[in-house]
């Protein structure tokens, strides 16, 4: 099921958010990372396409039009997770985990404990099933939002920052882990990030947004240049090209601190 977006447009209030994004496509089996400076639009981006925003145009995922689609029945094919990821509930991980699954998958108990002791284990989250998550870390509470997200098994599946509470550790963790679950369950995985060197390793495809425009998309290597840099983000930076890894983004202020 690709993601499509054609001639979208999204007002809140009086200011124009989205501006006639057209030619975006994200595929199955891939990591699609949504890069752009801060107030680009990337957020409501993805707000839009989970039914959150109200946006014209026209967004399908395989053969659905997802706009004409009610809340629910869209629920049913993707998840969209926010940036913050608090809560008030006084649950344990696990429990938080579990009825994750089971809100959204009709199946007997045991599949489901299965489902959920994967997903733990996946993101390193064994030693904290038994916690409640209002004495959790934010990076902590991240994890398990992402585990809620992913035991959820939608099509499409949207994180606005997943790595922004993470430690480095984890951050290449949950970037690898969804990275093999693109591949393995075949999902459309679209997420929102500004480490630049971290969408370079980990996504097939980035689309650019600045002031809620589609500015360029494709692979990192066609995406990521010294030029498109200045113009998005109004930095000078030098973009190296190893012959066996993605590109590499360093703003030229910090190559000159480390002495480059």
Known sequence: MTLRIDRLDCTLGKRRILRDLSGLEARPG?????????????????????????????????????????????????????????TQAALSVFEAVLLARRTQIAEPVDSALSAVERALKSLELEPLAERELTVLSGGQRQRVAIAQAIVRRPKLLMLDEPTSALDLHHQLQVLDYLQRLARRERVVILLAIHDLNLAARFADHLWVVKQGLHV??????QVLTQERLREVYAIEAHVEWPSDAPPRVTPLSALRQLGG
Not at 44 to 63: H, P, V
Not at 216 to 221: C, E, I, Y
Request: aromatic share 4%; proline share 5%; charged share 20%.
């Open 30 to 86: 891939e990591i699609t990372a949504l890069i752009g400076p801060n107030g680009a639009g990337k957020s409501t981006l993805l707000k839009a396409i989970a039914g959150i925003e109200t946006a014209s145009g026209r967004i399908t995922l395989g053969e659905q039009t997802l706009d004409a689609l009610s809340l629910e029945r869209r629920s049913r094919l993707l998840y969209y997770l926010p940036q913050d990821t608090s």
């Open 216 to 221: 360029a998309s494709g692979t990192p290597g």
